[in-house]
């Protein structure tokens, strides 16, 4: 078998250019693998996140000779991106360590976003010694750091050990007491909290003595020892957690690899792929239940006037609880001095900057900025080849004083539309850049109120255009007498319109908009809000402005045997955990009960859960999906 994968990786290497991927056999003939693809070597170079933070993570039991897998990933808007595998057939340290060498060895001279073969800053695992010694002796300039959520989960697992002792009515009241130090604010904090809880007389003795263990290296899993520290607002190594379901699920469709050559073929190739087509769909705007949803700038409470620009990357944004309290927001660094976004971490303030200046950020996903969507595709393919303009949108969108997109202008909160006398645009618009390019159309005939360059179709009676234009003047006036009259009526729904009318962006779209004025009697307002209870499946996934996705034909949907009969693709891949939860909650009651509720359901003992939140509210103990380190 070893011959056999030499043999694989000397043809891998080959094929791709370069040395990829090694094998060695350690001391104690322990086999130790090292990957790190082209498309992975690409990430340490252009994502500048891996110098800042790595997340490491095993899994074992994925060949029939129980190898152990590690993955190294750093995190960006698309999320986990892959940093390099290892593929060892023991957990031991040396070996490990021996592993980490080895993968070192493979490293560009740009790795880690330009620290070279030093490590990033940060790493990130959970709580095993032999992880973390490893790392120390390879990478001695970088800093490791606890997933918090590892801590509580050991925590509750010790506090089900038997042999502590500790009385089953008081377990949840000690973890309690662990979670409160581990999301202290401040340093001092926590040790007014760590001191309560050594004074407590609920907790027993071998529990503090356990807590003053963990207390003694707080800088490792205390969030309030970490402001100061480039984490992004990541905690714990749900990164890890992600790619190992993606890996499991997607990659090996949950069926053991025959040999060692077999998975390192599958670490080399499907693993790429998967994360080469993932960048590509977030470069091309395919984002469905790709990206969470906090990487998305989605602000609308912060408006334009809350802003105030410093210089090209600086800007101060005005808090929405006092207007007395400014948040200074760095974008070419990504952070804020608000308590989200000190560490870096994406944030509303962000997002609105973002959002009214169309501001470049590694922070969010590149919507309106073809440059990083095009280094996305780069990253992906490492074609360096892409013409110019290629993620370009469909209508050059200009721009003012502030790089200020004149397509996302926003109009302020209250719009001066109270005084309808005779409104300019001027008065309307929130900026007077935006007003003359307005003002410049309309002199020039142009129909596209938003600056746009199209001149208007000639017709064939220039009467008939004049008399059009009149009746359309007439209507605005009529408009404008009516908001004069009943302005509180008025108000929300001419709010509503321009709302709608800044969504616009190309002439079919407003064409079209024109057709259907007045045809839905309101309906679009009331399918559209959020929330709003619906009487049919029909009427709630009607969307009268279109959709990113492609609806199915009804007569798929009735041929589904499911419950949920929507307009959506059925889901592929593992099942949600909705399909795996008991109706009417008879999955939190006893045995007994159970089967008393239900008589004809088949009796069989459910296996203990693995959520953490649950079983910590039931009081119950935590389903195991590996052992503990």
Same mark, same amino acid.
């Given at each position: 078998?070893?011959?056999?994968?030499?043999?694989?990786?000397?043809?891998?290497?080959?094929?791709?250019?370069?040395?990829?991927?090694?094998?060695?056999?350690?001391?104690?003939?322990?086999?130790?693998?090292?990957?790190?693809?082209?498309?992975?070597?690409?990430v340490?170079?252009?994502?500048?996140?891996?110098?800042?933070?790595?997340?490491?993570?095993?899994?074992?039991?994925?060949?029939?000779?129980g190898?152990?897998?590690?993955?190294?990933?750093t995190?960006s808007?698309?999320?986990?991106?892959?940093?390099?595998?290892?593929?060892?057939?023991?957990?031991?340290?040396?070996?490990?360590?021996?592993?980490?060498?080895?993968?070192?060895?493979?490293?560009?001279?740009k790795?880690?976003?330009?620290r070279?073969?030093?490590?990033?800053?940060?790493?990130?695992?959970?709580?095993?010694?032999?992880?973390?010694?490893?790392?120390?002796?390879?990478?001695?300039?970088?800093?490791?750091?606890?997933?918090?959520?590892?801590?509580?989960?050991?925590?509750?697992?010790?506090?089900?050990?038997?042999?502590?002792?500790?009385?089953?009515?008081?377990?949840?009241?000690?973890?309690?007491?662990?979670?409160?130090?581990?999301?202290?604010?401040?340093?001092?904090?926590?040790?007014?909290?760590?001191?309560?809880?050594?004074?407590?007389?609920?907790?027993?003795?071998?529990?503090?003595?356990?807590?003053?263990?963990?207390?003694?290296?707080?800088?490792?899993?205390?969030?309030?020892?970490?402001?100061?520290?480039?984490?992004?607002?990541?905690?714990?190594?749900?990164?890890?957690e992600?790619?190992?379901?993606?890996?499991?699920d997607?990659?090996?469709?949950?069926?053991?690899?025959?040999?060692?050559?077999?998975?390192?073929?599958?670490?080399?190739?499907?693993?790429?792929?998967?994360?080469?087509?993932?960048?590509?769909?977030?470069?091309?705007?395919?984002?469905?239940?790709?990206?969470?949803?906090?990487?998305?700038?989605?602000?609308?409470?912060?408006?334009?006037?809350?802003?105030?620009?410093?210089?090209?990357?600086?800007?101060?944004?005005?808090?929405?609880?006092?207007?007395?309290?400014?948040?200074?927001?760095?974008?070419?660094?990504?952070?804020?001095?608000?308590?989200?976004?000190?560490?870096?971490?994406?944030?509303?303030?962000?997002?609105?900057?973002?959002?009214?200046?169309?501001?470049?950020?590694?922070?969010?996903?590149?919507?309106?900025?073809?440059?990083?969507?095009?280094l996305?595709?780069?990253?992906?393919?490492?074609?360096?080849?892409?013409?110019?303009?290629?993620?370009?949108?469909?209508?050059?969108?200009?721009?003012?004083?502030?790089?200020?997109?004149?397509?996302?202008?926003?109009?302020?909160?209250?719009?001066?539309?109270?005084?309808?006398?005779?409104?300019?645009?001027?008065?309307?618009?929130?900026?007077?850049?935006?007003?003359?390019?307005? $003002?410049?159309? %309309?002199?020039?005939? @142009?129909?596209? =109120?938003? /600056? !746009?360059?199209?001149?208007?179709?000639?017709?064939? *009676? &220039?009467?008939?255009?004049?008399?059009?234009?009149?009746?359309?003047?007439?209507?605005?006036?009529?408009?404008?007498?009516?908001?004069?009259?009943?302005?509180?009526?008025?108000?929300?729904?001419?709010?509503?319109?321009?709302?709608?009318?800044?969504?616009?962006?190309?002439?079919?779209?407003?064409?079209?908009?024109?057709?259907?004025?007045?045809?839905?009697?309101?309906?679009?307002?009331?399918v559209?809000?959020?929330?709003?209870? $619906?009487?049919? %499946?029909a009427?709630? @996934?009607?969307? =009268?402005? /279109? !959709?990113?996705?492609?609806?199915?034909?009804?007569? *798929? &949907?009735?041929?589904?045997?499911?419950?949920?009969?929507?307009?959506?693709r059925?889901?592929?891949?593992?099942?949600?955990?909705?399909?795996?939860?008991?109706?009417?909650?008879?999955?939190?009651?006893?045995?007994?009960?159970?089967?008393?509720?239900?008589?004809?359901?088949?009796?069989?003992?459910?296996?203990?859960?693995h959520?953490?939140?649950?079983?910590?509210?039931?009081?119950?103990?935590?389903?195991?999906?590996?052992?503990?380190?």
């Open positions: 078998m070893l011959h056999s994968l030499r043999t694989y990786i000397s043809h891998y290497n080959t094929q791709v250019g370069s040395e990829c991927m090694a094998l060695d056999i350690t001391s104690d003939n322990k086999v130790v693998m090292a990957i790190c693809t082209p498309l992975m070597k690409r340490h170079e252009e994502v500048k996140h891996a110098s800042e933070l790595v997340f490491i993570d095993a899994s074992s039991n994925m060949d029939r000779y190898c152990s897998v590690f993955l190294l990933l995190h808007c698309a999320g986990g991106l892959p940093l390099g595998v290892l593929i060892t057939s023991s957990e031991a340290e040396g070996v490990i360590e021996a592993a980490l060498k080895l993968y070192r060895s493979l490293l560009p001279q790795c880690f976003g330009g070279g073969v030093q490590g990033p800053a940060l790493i990130m695992t959970d709580d095993s010694a032999a992880e973390q010694n490893a790392i120390s002796h390879v990478f001695p300039a970088s800093q490791t750091l606890l997933c918090v959520f590892h801590v509580l989960q050991a925590t509750w697992r010790w506090l089900w050990n038997g042999k502590n002792q500790i009385p089953k009515e008081q377990r949840p009241n000690h973890l309690q007491h662990l979670k409160r130090l581990i999301y202290a604010c401040t340093e001092e904090e926590l040790e007014e909290l760590y001191q309560e809880s050594l004074q407590d007389t609920t907790l027993s003795d071998k529990f503090k003595e356990h807590l003053t263990g963990y207390y003694g290296r707080k800088e490792k899993w205390a969030i309030a020892c970490r402001l100061d520290l480039q984490v992004r607002g990541n905690n714990t190594n749900n990164f890890c992600a790619a190992m379901r993606v890996l499991k997607k990659i090996l469709e949950r069926t053991k690899a025959f040999s060692i050559p077999q998975l390192a073929d599958y670490m080399s190739t499907f693993l790429d792929e998967y994360y080469q087509q993932r960048l590509i769909d977030v470069a091309n705007g395919r984002l469905q239940n790709v990206i969470a949803s906090r990487y998305m700038p989605q602000e609308k409470s912060i408006k334009l006037h809350d802003i105030r620009q410093l210089s090209d990357s600086q800007f101060i944004v005005t808090s929405q609880t006092s207007q007395d309290r400014g948040y200074d927001v760095d974008m070419e660094l990504g952070h804020c001095s608000c308590h989200a976004g000190k560490t870096g971490a994406p944030c509303k303030h962000q997002a609105a900057v973002v959002k009214h200046f169309n501001v470049s950020s590694t922070n969010f996903v590149p919507v309106n900025d073809p440059q990083s969507r095009l996305l595709y780069k990253i992906a393919t490492g074609n360096c080849s892409v013409p110019s303009g290629f993620f370009d949108g469909l209508m050059t969108q200009p721009s003012v004083s502030g790089d200020i997109s004149i397509m996302d202008a926003s109009f302020p909160a209250e719009p001066v539309i109270d005084e309808m006398e005779s409104i300019p645009t001027s008065q309307i618009d929130p900026n007077p850049a935006v007003a003359s390019l307005r $003002a410049q159309a %309309a002199a020039q005939n @142009h129909f596209d =109120l938003r /600056g !746009s360059t199209r001149s208007a179709q000639t017709s064939s *009676s &220039t009467n008939d255009d004049d008399q059009l234009l009149e009746q359309f003047q007439n209507m605005h006036d009529d408009l404008c007498t009516k908001m004069k009259q009943s302005p509180d009526l008025y108000r929300p729904a001419i709010r509503a319109m321009l709302a709608s009318y800044r969504g616009i962006k190309t002439d079919t779209h407003l064409v079209s908009a024109l057709h259907t004025f007045g045809k839905y009697s309101g309906a679009a307002m009331t559209r809000k959020r929330g709003l209870a $619906a009487k049919n %499946a009427v709630r @996934h009607l969307n =009268l402005k /279109g !959709s990113k996705k492609i609806g199915v034909q009804p007569t *798929s &949907t009735a041929r589904r045997c499911h419950m949920g009969r929507g307009a959506s059925l889901h592929a891949g593992r099942p949600p955990k909705s399909l795996r939860i008991q109706e009417h909650g008879y999955s939190r009651l006893s045995s007994s009960q159970s089967s008393a509720v239900v008589p004809l359901m088949r009796r069989r003992r459910a296996p203990a859960p959520s953490l939140s649950h079983v910590v509210s039931l009081n119950k103990a935590l389903g195991k999906t590996h052992s503990a380190k």
